[in-house]
């Protein structure tokens, strides 16, 4: 089961959007409504932002939106944080040898 | 508080065996598929293997580990294991034990809402 495909860094200014996109394939993203996203500060465990494909869980901020279109997924963080400056991965539940995949990982910085 | 709080990892000579567990607390781990993910040094986060909510149910595992590690759980303890053998310098990682969002049975929310702060595992000579 190969990775799904993130932008190795994805940057922006305070207050900017950005988008980070994940791709797949029809056995995973496409497959399913089952993409989550996972926020990690170095040294630290990944945090659950977003799950099937564009819910929140609760405690997480509303600057954060997930969608979804055929084999692509995206993150979006609104309204740019210095807070925000973590590396960020998708996943998805698949239909391959495994049931999970996870994605190569984006760096955001915020200038 | 919900927690799960993993140990065992340590230094492996290449070929050697580790057990790792993960103790769970603050919800009803009986009911919860159980995971674990790495993530090596520098490098991204790759799903390991996982089992379902109850003893003896289904395990499933990545290609990289299959028919070397072990998941299993003792849900009288509420803890989850994973039992490494055949160690490669290649399993050099963080473990971490991750619990599946959605309850038994479900299809939805399929991802990890709570994990535990990581075990390291060193395999060299």
């Known amino acids: 089961q190969s990775a799904l495909t993130q932008p190795a860094s994805v940057s922006g200014s305070p207050g900017q959007s950005i988008t980070i996109s994940c791709s797949g394939t029809?056995?995973?993203?496409?497959?399913?409504?089952?993409v989550s996203w996972y926020q990690q500060y170095p040294a630290k465990a990944p945090k659950l932002m977003i799950y099937?494909?564009?819910n929140r869980p609760s405690g997480v901020s509303n600057r954060f939106s997930g969608s979804k279109s055929v084999n692509t997924a995206s993150l979006t963080i609104s309204g740019l944080q210095a807070e925000d400056e973590a590396d960020y991965y998708c996943?998805?539940?698949?239909?391959?040898?495994?049931?999970?995949?996870f994605g190569t990982g984006t760096k955001v910085t915020v200038l | 508080e919900v927690q799960l709080l993993e140990s065992g990892g340590g230094l492996v000579q290449p070929g050697g065996s580790l057990r790792l567990s993960c103790a769970a607390s603050?919800?009803?781990?009986?009911?919860?598929?159980m995971h674990w993910v790495r993530q090596a040094p520098g490098k991204g986060l790759e799903w390991v293997s996982g089992?379902?909510?109850?003893?003896?149910?289904?395990?499933y595992y990545a290609d990289s580990v299959r028919g070397r590690f072990t998941i299993s759980r003792d849900n009288i303890k509420n803890t989850l294991y994973l039992q490494m053998n055949s160690l490669r310098v290649e399993d050099t990682a963080v473990y971490y034990c991750?619990?599946?969002?959605?309850?038994?049975?479900?299809?939805?929310?399929?991802?990890?809402?709570?994990w535990g702060q990581g075990t390291m595992v060193t395999v060299s000579s």
């Open positions: 991750a619990k599946k969002f959605g309850l038994v049975g479900t299809t939805t929310q399929r991802a990890f809402d709570i």
């Open positions: 603050g919800f009803t781990f009986s009911i919860y598929a």
């Open positions: 089992m379902s909510a109850n003893s003896g149910g289904n395990t």
């Open positions: 029809s056995s995973d993203v496409g497959g399913y409504n089952s």
């Open positions: 099937d494909v564009s």
């Open positions: 996943s998805s539940y698949t239909s391959g040898s495994t049931p999970y995949v």
